[in-house]
């Protein structure tokens, strides 16, 4: 049997003072890095989100502007698409015109020369058949 005596609470004392001293000297500064990281910790967790907030409002921004950025590239286009096709229409109707008054000023051309052929030949049918009849006549 154990028989208490002054020892037993020597050593009550004493493991007293050995907490109150390991509380002191080591478990109050761990939790007090403990602390301190955790706080740290959360500070740059928000920062973290503050900047991932900041990064989805540009991309979001950046996305907007590139489609605002294709739609009027996409607008520029169809106007210059549109722009071309009616100076491709003006240029053809242009050069039907002037296609037309050639064929037109060529025809009157070819006539006036069928015209003055026509007039050259019947003089020179009447000049032939005056020969042909001299010699037909002539040897007859």
């Not at 169809?78 to 100076?87: H, I, L, P, S, T």
């Not at 060529?106 to 020179?124: G, P, S």
Request: aromatic share 4%.
């Amino acid at each position: 049997m154990v028989i208490p005596d002054s020892t037993i609470v020597i050593q009550g004392v004493n493991f007293l003072v050995m907490i109150y001293l390991l509380n002191k000297i080591l478990i109050d500064p761990i939790r007090k890095k403990i602390s301190e990281r955790k706080e740290l910790m959360a500070g740059q967790m928000e920062q973290i989100e503050g900047f991932n907030k900041s990064a989805a409002t540009k991309v979001a921004d950046y996305e907007r502007q590139l489609v605002a950025a294709r739609k009027e590239a996409g607008d520029i286009r169809n106007a210059a698409k549109d722009e071309g096709v009616a100076e491709e229409q003006a240029l053809l109707s242009a050069a039907g015109k002037e296609a037309s008054g050639t064929i037109q000023a060529a025809r009157a051309e070819i006539e006036a020369e069928v015209k003055t052929a026509m007039q050259q030949l019947t003089k020179d049918v009447d000049k032939y058949a005056e020969q042909a009849t001299g010699k037909i006549l002539g040897q007859a």
